[in-house]
């Protein structure tokens, strides 16, 4: 209900675009004049059965107003059951009629070809109409589901002023027996789109590009990552074996020193150490056997086997053996198949993956090409955050994200200078930016990073900005615990206890989505509340890769085919 002065345009736009926008039943919503009987008028038209229509449990029957302020509207609604609601939250863009259709199409590099005109639009619109001069005015949206484009005024328009795009491509239709060219932009292409609503041009940074490698090579399955013991074994397997081993002699020197206690030293220490060790080539790294990669994850025997059997099949860790040389004694890794060629199942025809299971050869590990990129920028923090903060904010894929990607820099137009550089940036559905600096050690975030992230995150508008690392949150130091900026902007931090979050479990009560974590989520009544918090992520990692391994979805197709 929309209460007007009967000299403000204003609220008789409201009442249409009310309308226009949502499928209210007919003759609502209504348009009342301000006078001696509206209080009388509301009441009636309250209390009428042509106004009692229900979402959900309760009967949302609301007043607003452009020209009359909400207190003097709650004096008039006074005594009845009725909501006064800002009219700010209700007036917004109407985007045109919507037809659902189930249809399928194919994109091939974001173009695909349709109907101007679907069988579900000529059901829903009429023949009749379609087929006539009338409707040569149409225009198309073609939204595509769960991939609804953020707004953007760059998207808004092509070069030449046309329709471009507005949550999906905008094109002319108008003939019955036509078809359209739709086209559906990548997500770099969006996000790069966002920054020159910005006037600010963004591009992929080299960490960022070696981590989306890595995520697309584990095939979107980021939950294999999200276990402290594969964090551990990543780094065994893409160290030399004499840097390992010079870094924790230096991570013991610090923790016992006074001279080189802060960060910002300790940062100069490490670096300067990697610059001195270098890139290990490919054939220094280390690989290890069944029971050495068992040891380093820390799970039983099928965990380990299921994790390496998905990691091989994804590229992500090579399979191989040890090759001894009988004349120099040299050992080396070499690939299997330089060794053992493809064997072919005499019954099937189709090439046997792992002929003796995992354990029968003495199989020898090594890291892939992808994951010793991937782990020379450190760049497990950002895809373990984008992990979580996707899980937590659209885990039923309601479409609350748009996208997300794990190394942004940003230039000035026609400039070749990096001004602004994020590790993780997370695209919402409103186009909002969430940015973050993403350590692999607590002690690795100074103040001074902090209002560097929050100074580049003024450029692009964020709302919310975020520290992640895979340090446990109890031995977090200050800088990690805050949660606003200093201009009172919200911010967050995200620990091992959020990354390694397998279950992702939603806030519990007030609680805020990413509020700060000491120690790994658990429900105090569960079998698991006596273990340790090593041991119950080590369960939960276990009964998560077994899980995968059994058929979900037997008891349910074939009953009768399943044992009680």
Not at 168 to 180: A, N, S
Not at 184 to 192: A, D, K
């Amino acid at each position: 209900m929309v209460v007007y002065r009967p000299e403000r345009v204003d609220d008789l736009s409201l009442t249409w675009n009310l309308r226009a926008r949502f499928a209210h039943p007919n003759k609502l919503p209504l348009c009342i004049p301000l006078n001696d009987t509206t209080r009388n008028d509301i009441k009636f038209l309250r209390d009428s059965l042509e106004a009692r229509h229900f979402f959900g449990f309760e009967d949302n029957f609301a007043v607003t107003s452009f020209s009359i302020p909400a207190d003097e509207l709650r004096s008039i609604c006074e005594g009845f059951n009725v909501d006064i609601v800002d009219p700010w939250e209700l007036f917004a863009e109407v985007y045109g009629g919507c037809v659902a259709s189930t249809e399928m199409v194919h994109f091939e590099n974001g173009r695909a070809t349709i109907a101007c005109f679907s069988p579900t639009d000529i059901e829903s619109l009429g023949q009749s109409y379609l087929g006539t001069s009338h409707a040569t005015w149409l225009t198309l949206t073609a939204t595509i589901a769960r991939r609804r484009l953020p707004p953007s005024k760059t998207m808004r328009r092509s070069r030449w002023g046309d329709p471009g795009y507005l949550h999906g491509d905008i094109v002319h239709v108008g003939k019955l027996d036509e078809f359209r060219t739709v086209r559906h932009p990548s997500g770099m292409e969006v996000l790069r789109a966002l920054s020159l609503d910005h006037s600010m041009v963004a591009r992929v940074s080299t960490p960022g590009k070696a981590a989306e490698n890595l995520m697309r090579a584990a095939g979107g399955e980021l939950t294999m990552f999200a276990y402290p013991g594969v964090t551990t074994l990543f780094n065994k397997l893409t160290r030399r074996g004499h840097s390992s081993l010079v870094k924790r002699r230096l991570n013991q020197f610090l923790e016992g020193s006074n001279i080189v206690a802060d960060s910002d030293k300790y940062d100069v220490l490490a670096s300067r150490l990697d610059e001195a060790l270098g890139t290990p080539e490919i054939d220094e790294v280390a690989y290890l056997n069944f029971n050495a990669v068992a040891r380093e994850l820390g799970i039983g025997v099928k965990p380990t086997a299921a994790w390496l059997d998905w990691a091989v099949i994804h590229r992500i860790v090579l399979r191989g053996i040890e090759a001894r040389c009988k004349n120099c004694k040299h050992a080396q890794w070499r690939p299997l198949q330089d060794a053992i060629p493809d064997l072919i199942c005499h019954g099937c025809g189709l090439v046997i993956d792992t002929p003796f299971g995992s354990q029968k050869i003495d199989y020898q590990y090594r890291a892939s090409e992808v994951l010793l990129r991937a782990m020379e920028h450190d760049t497990l923090p950002s895809i373990l955050a984008i992990r979580h903060i996707v899980g937590m904010l659209d885990s039923s894929r309601s479409g609350a994200i748009f996208g997300a990607y794990p190394g942004v820099e940003l230039l000035e137009p026609n400039g070749k200078l990096v001004c602004a550089e994020f590790d993780t940036v997370v695209i919402l559905a409103s186009g909002k930016w969430v940015v973050g600096e993403c350590k692999t050690r607590q002690r690795g975030l100074t103040d001074s990073e902090l209002r560097k992230l929050w100074v580049a995150a003024d450029r692009v508008g964020v709302p919310t900005t975020f520290a992640a690392t895979l340090d446990a949150g109890h031995i977090c130091e200050e800088p990690w615990r805050r949660t606003m900026d200093d201009n009172g902007r919200p911010h967050f931090g995200l620990t091992a206890s959020h990354l390694y979050d397998l279950a992702q479990f939603p806030p519990l009560g007030n609680d805020d989505f990413f509020s700060w974590r000491d120690r790994v989520t658990r429900f105090p009544l569960l079998p698991d509340a006596e273990l340790t918090e090593e041991e119950f992520m080590a369960k939960g990692f276990e009964n998560y890769l077994l899980a995968r391994t059994v058929d979900s979805d037997h008891r349910t197709r074939a009953h009768w085919d399943v044992a009680d």
